[in-house]
């Protein structure tokens, strides 16, 4: 069992494990070695792509319980972050996607990483209709990335228009999206990244409906049969159906249960049939 046995994707010029892992259900428990201990079995199981925000944070903060598990930084380990958005004390959001306000989050993100750099930041939108260019802050973003404080550069929420815009500033190496099997919206978009070389990264893939509040039990009956003939959980099948969806696909599902850990590092191993790939389907 190991996440490496998903294959690899090349983001920029950091090649990474297709099986990867999330970081924002980690931050609720009050003892910090349960997660700590969790990133560590993550990265002994071949797991060497994090994602992770400086606004995931309860207890504790993602950005630091990443730091106290794994620091000094394996050489083979990518930590993807996103910004565009910021928590006060009171965990209340905000967006900001000024230039100061974007500087500010990617020094926080390298202030408590520990890092010099940031391997791959994401700028995350809220998409609006007539207020929804990307162009003055995806730039931003490029001149910090000229000043070698980043050194890939993707976005999230966004839609194929969001990618062109992106692209004309700058490479984009990823695009993290909501994405899962009963949520397929975004089935072009995926293909459009294929085409480009650009990563599609999905989140919820397991929560599906759940979105933040954790998995979903809303199973079709497809991959409730699938799981009980293969002998999996349904989240099993509904991840391994997602890392299907593409050699550039890359899943990051994430968990603060080393059981569940290890359940969804199984899953890199599973290849399903052309025949249960379209019963999946629907």
């Not at 969790?38 to 730091?67: K, P, Q, S, W």
């Not at 974007?102 to 609006?128: F, S, T």
């Not at 802050?137 to 966004?158: K, M, P, Q, T, Y």
């Not at 062109?164 to 293909?191: F, G, K, S």
Request: aromatic letters at 6%; proline letters at 4%; hydrophobic letters at 40%.
């Amino acid at each position: 069992m190991n996440a490496a046995d998903a294959g690899t994707w090349t983001l920029g010029d950091r090649v990474v494990n297709r099986l990867g892992f999330g970081s924002m259900r980690l931050t609720g428990n009050p003892d910090p070695q349960v997660p700590i201990g969790v990133l560590r079995r993550a990265t002994e199981l071949g797991v060497n792509h994090i994602d992770t925000a400086t606004y995931y944070f309860d207890t504790h903060y993602a950005t630091e319980l990443i730091r106290a598990a794994l620091s000094p930084y394996p050489d083979d380990l990518v930590i993807t972050t996103k910004v565009g958005f910021f928590r006060d004390d009171a965990g209340d959001w905000h967006e900001d996607r000024s230039a100061q306000g974007l500087r500010e989050q990617v020094e926080d993100n390298l202030r408590r990483l520990g890092r010099d750099h940031l391997d791959v930041v994401n700028l995350r939108i809220i998409k609006r209709p007539g207020r929804d260019s990307i162009a003055e802050s995806f730039g931003v973003l490029a001149d910090l990335r000229a000043e070698g404080l980043i050194r890939h550069l993707g976005i999230s929420n966004v839609r194929v228009d969001h990618l062109d815009e992106a692209q004309a500033i700058a490479p984009v190496v990823c695009v993290q999206n909501n994405y899962a099997i009963d949520n397929r919206a975004d089935d072009e978009l995926l293909r459009v990244c294929g085409s480009r070389g650009v990563a599609y990264v999905p989140f919820f893939a397991i929560a599906g409906s759940g979105r933040e509040g954790g998995a979903t039990t809303d199973h079709s009956e497809a991959v409730a049969a699938v799981a009980a003939e293969r002998h999996l959980s349904p989240h099993q099948v509904r991840l391994a159906w997602t890392l299907h969806q593409g050699d550039h696909v890359l899943a990051i599902p994430g968990t603060s249960d080393p059981a569940h850990l290890e359940q969804n590092v199984a899953v890199a191993g599973i290849r399903f049939t052309d025949a249960e790939l379209a019963r999946l389907a629907g």
